[in-house]
């Protein structure tokens, strides 16, 4: 059982350029979460999908795109990379169930962008 | 607008000692608080969960306590051990609320 799992682990990009994130979870939980961590600052959300076919904006969102590619599957992608993106990007699901959002979270990709 | 407070100084404690760790809140109603721990380089762990009408929740050595009227959650860990150094978020949730993090505190527990 692997759990949230995320690739890549590392990255570099230079400005301008693009990529994607990908995160996968074995859990069958409808509700999956997009997560960028940077010091001082906390757990910012980017994106959430509640379940396989929506997604809605989180605290953060501006520079990302988001695909729900299937229940398992929610995919963060860079189009144009800059600096200030610069971040520990964590992935995270949960069975939707008000009143007990545990979230359980991959071990995340570290983005440089230079 | 919605706050979440974690004193951002990190907590240094000795060994076998209780530590706690708190958690305040304004302008936010949540139905349940959370508590993870967080190691360096990796993603948080969920811990406990505790919700509104909820006074205290224990598990093993970490009991938490959430005051609604004073806006305040505690987390303590008793007989702490140097394995239990780590960086500790609360978030707050429920209703049509995603789960909101504070920034953590990080707790270092000396042998």
């Known amino acids: 059982n692997a759990g949230v799992t995320q690739t890549p682990k590392f990255q570099v990009l230079k400005t301008g350029q693009s990529m994607t994130l990908q995160c996968a979870q074995d859990?069958?939980?409808?509700?999956m979460y997009w997560y960028r961590q940077d010091p001082g600052m906390g757990l910012r959300l980017i994106y959430y999908s509640a379940s396989e076919g929506t997604t809605d904006k989180g605290e953060v969102p501006n520079g990302y795109n988001v695909s729900r590619l299937n229940k398992r599957e929610f995919s963060l992608r860079l189009e144009s990379a800059a600096p200030s993106q610069t971040s520990v990007y964590f992935c995270a699901s949960s069975e939707l169930n008000r009143g007990q959002e545990t979230q359980y979270f991959g071990p995340g990709t570290r983005l440089l962008v230079l | 607008s919605q706050k979440i407070e974690q004193n951002s100084e990190a907590l240094n404690i000795q060994e076998g000692k209780t530590a706690t760790l708190t958690c305040n809140y304004t302008?936010?109603?949540?139905?349940?608080l959370q508590w993870y721990r967080q190691d360096p380089g990796r993603g948080p762990v969920f811990l406990l969960l505790?919700?509104?009408?909820?006074k205290e929740k224990r598990k093993e050595r970490l009991k938490v306590t959430f005051d609604t009227t004073l806006k305040q959650s505690l987390f303590h860990i008793t007989a702490s051990q140097p394995a239990d150094s780590a960086t500790y978020l609360c978030?707050?949730?429920?209703?049509?609320?995603?789960?909101?993090f504070g920034r953590g505190t990080s707790l270092i527990v000396h042998p």
């Open positions: 505790i919700r509104e009408n909820e």
């Open positions: 859990m069958n939980h409808n509700s």
């Open positions: 978030a707050l949730g429920g209703g049509s609320y995603i789960p909101t």
């Open positions: 302008n936010y109603s949540p139905a349940y």
